[in-house]
C-alpha cells in the first residue's frame, strides 16, 4: 500500500470515535475511509495483498464485511464478479486462468485447478515478481516443465495464510542435486526483490558455463549458459573437434535437427532427461556400446564399435585424463 493510503487508513483509524458512529463520513462510495474509485481491482487489490491484515480490522476477519463501521462484504463483492470461491481460488490474485492446464502439475485450490496456471504473470507485483516464471513453467523450451516445489518448497498454499509480504522459497531435489546448496538460501524473501539464482540446474557444479547465477530478470538462456558447448571436461574436446554431435553420446537428450550441421538442441523426449540431476550418457545405437565410468581405472570409458567392444576405450586411457 502506498505510504500515503496507508496514512489515511491510520488517519480514520485513529479518529475511532468519528468512524465509529459513522456519522462524518458519507455513504458515496470512495467518499469515505477510502480514496475515490477504490472499487477498482488494480487499487484496492494491490493494498489487500500488501495487508490483508490491515483491511480484515474493519471489514472483519472473514472479510464478510458489517461490523460496528458496516462495511461492505469483500466475499459477496467478489461473487457478485464471479468468484464466489476467491479467498481459495488460485488465479484470484496471480497466474492466468486461461492458460492450457499442464496435467504434469498437482491440483491446488478449490476450484481445483493444475498449479501452472497460478504462476505469474499476471500478478499484483511489479517486474521482479513475474521473473522467469514463464520460461519455467509455461514455454520451458530446453527441460520439463518445472514444479513449483522446485522452487517454492514441497507444499503449496491452500488458503490465505501465505499472503504475508514475503515469498517462500524452498529448493527441491534438482536445484541442490550433486550437494549444492542453492542461493539464495530457502526460506522467506521480502516480494518483489531482485534475485540472482545459483543452483545445481544453473550450473553450479558443471564445467564451462557462462553465466552459472543468472538474474530471475535476466535474458534467456543459452546453450552456453549453463555449461560448456561441449563442457571442458574429459574428453568431450576431442570427440567433438572430431565432428562428433552431442547425440553420438547423449544420445536420449540431444539431437541434431535435420539438415543441420552443429546445430544442437534437446529433443522433446529428451526435456525429461535434460536438468533432471543426473547425467545421462547414452551413446547413439549405431556404435554399439555403453558408457562406463568405472573402465579404465575409475577413468571411464566406452566399449563400443569406435574403441573395440569389451576392451579398455581410448587406448586405455579412459575418459578423463
Ligand atoms: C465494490 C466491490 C468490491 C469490494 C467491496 C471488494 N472488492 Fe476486491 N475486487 C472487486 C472486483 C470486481 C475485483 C476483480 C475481479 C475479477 O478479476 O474479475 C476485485 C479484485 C480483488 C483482488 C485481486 C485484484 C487483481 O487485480 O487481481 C484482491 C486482492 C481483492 N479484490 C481484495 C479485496 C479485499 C481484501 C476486499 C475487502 C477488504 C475487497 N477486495 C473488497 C470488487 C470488490
Ligand atoms: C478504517 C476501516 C477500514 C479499513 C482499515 C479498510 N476499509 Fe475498506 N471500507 C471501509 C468502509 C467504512 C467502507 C465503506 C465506504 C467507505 O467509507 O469508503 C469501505 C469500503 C471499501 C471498498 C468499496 C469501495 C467502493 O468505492 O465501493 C473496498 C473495495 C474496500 N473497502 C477495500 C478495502 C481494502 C482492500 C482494505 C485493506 C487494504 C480496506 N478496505 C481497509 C472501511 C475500511
Ligand atoms: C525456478 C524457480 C521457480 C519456479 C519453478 C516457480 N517459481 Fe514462483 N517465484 C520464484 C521466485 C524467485 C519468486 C520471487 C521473485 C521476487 O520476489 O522477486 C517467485 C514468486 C512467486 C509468486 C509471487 C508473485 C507476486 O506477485 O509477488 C507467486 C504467486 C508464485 N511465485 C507462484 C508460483 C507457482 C504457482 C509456481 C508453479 C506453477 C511457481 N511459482 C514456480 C521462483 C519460482
Ligand atoms: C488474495 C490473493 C491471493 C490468493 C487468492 C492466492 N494467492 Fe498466492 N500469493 C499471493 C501473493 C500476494 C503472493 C506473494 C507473496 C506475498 O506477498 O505474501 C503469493 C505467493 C504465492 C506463491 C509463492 C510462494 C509463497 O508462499 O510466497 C505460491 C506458490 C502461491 N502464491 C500459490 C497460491 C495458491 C496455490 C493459491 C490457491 C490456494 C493462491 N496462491 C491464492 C496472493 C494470493
Ligand atoms: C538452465 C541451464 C542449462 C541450459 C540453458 C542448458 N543446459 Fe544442458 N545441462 C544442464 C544441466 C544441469 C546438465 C547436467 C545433467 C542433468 O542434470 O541433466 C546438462 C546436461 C546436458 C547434456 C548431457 C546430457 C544430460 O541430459 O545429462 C547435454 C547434451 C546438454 N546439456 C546439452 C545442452 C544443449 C544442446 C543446450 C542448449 C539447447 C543446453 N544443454 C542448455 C543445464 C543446462
Ligand atoms: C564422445 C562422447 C561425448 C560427446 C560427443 C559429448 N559428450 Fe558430454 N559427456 C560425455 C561423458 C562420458 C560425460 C560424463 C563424464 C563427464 O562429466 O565428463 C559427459 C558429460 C557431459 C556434461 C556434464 C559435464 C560436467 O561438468 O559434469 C555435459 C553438460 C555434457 N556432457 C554436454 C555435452 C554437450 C553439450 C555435447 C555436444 C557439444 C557433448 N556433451 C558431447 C560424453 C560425450
Not at 476450484?111 to 499484483?124: D, F, H, K, M, R
Not at 516480494?191 to 544453473?202: G, K, S, W
Not at 565432428?243 to 553420438?248: D, T, V
Request: proline share 8%; charged share 10%.
Amino acid at each position: 500500500m502506498s505510504a500515503s493510503r496507508i496514512a489515511r487508513i491510520a488517519l480514520v483509524t485513529g479518529a475511532s470515535a468519528l468512524v465509529a458512529c459513522g456519522s462524518s463520513r458519507s455513504d458515496s462510495p470512495g467518499q469515505g475511509v477510502h480514496p475515490v474509485a477504490y472499487a477498482d481491482p488494480a487499487l484496492h487489490g494491490a493494498d489487500a495483498i500488501a495487508s490483508l491484515a490491515l483491511c480484515q480490522g474493519c471489514h472483519q476477519s472473514t472479510f464478510a464485511g458489517g461490523g460496528p463501521l458496516h462495511t461492505p462484504s469483500c466475499n459477496k463483492c467478489h461473487a457478485d464478479a464471479g468468484h464466489p470461491d476467491w479467498q481459495t481460488d488460485c488465479t484470484f490474485c496471480h497466474g492466468d486462468a486461461a492458460r492450457a492446464a499442464d496435467p504434469g502439475y498437482p491440483l491446488v485450490g478449490s476450484p481445483a485447478i493444475t498449479a501452472n496456471l497460478a504462476a505469474p504473470p499476471s500478478s499484483l507485483g511489479t517486474n521482479n515478481v513475474v521473473g522467469a516464471h514463464v520460461a519455467h513453467v509455461v514455454t520451458a523450451a530446453m527441460a520439463s516443465p518445472v514444479q513449483c516445489s522446485q522452487c517454492h518448497g514441497p507444499s503449496l498454499p491452500t488458503n490465505l495464510d501465505h499472503v504475508d509480504g514475503s515469498v517462500l522459497i524452498g529448493w527441491g531435489n534438482v536445484a541442490s542435486a550433486g550437494n549444492v546448496t542453492p542461493s539464495p538460501a530457502g526460506g522467506n524473501v521480502a516480494r518483489d526483490q531482485l534475485l540472482t539464482c545459483a543452483n545445481y540446474c544453473h550450473g553450479a557444479t558443471l564445467a564451462g558455463g557462462t553465466d552459472t547465477s543468472p538474474s530471475w530478470n535476466g535474458p534467456a538462456r543459452t546453450c552456453t549458459s549453463c555449461h560448456g558447448l561441449p563442457p571442458p571436461t574429459g574428453r568431450h574436446d576431442v570427440h567433438v573437434s572430431l565432428g562428433m554431435a552431442c547425440s553420438y553420446c547423449h544420445f536420449a537428450t540431444a539431437t541434431e535437427p535435420v539438415g543441420t550441421s552443429n546445430v544442437e538442441v534437446i529433443s522433446s523426449s529428451g526435456k525429461a532427461l535434460h536438468v533432471n540431476g543426473v547425467k545421462d550418457v547414452v551413446l547413439e545405437p549405431v556404435v554399439q556400446g555403453t558408457w562406463d565410468p568405472t573402465q579404465n581405472g575409475g577413468k571411464g570409458g566406452c566399449a563400443s564399435l569406435c574403441h573395440g567392444y569389451g576392451g579398455p576405450s581410448a587406448n586405455g586411457t579412459g575418459w578423463n585424463p
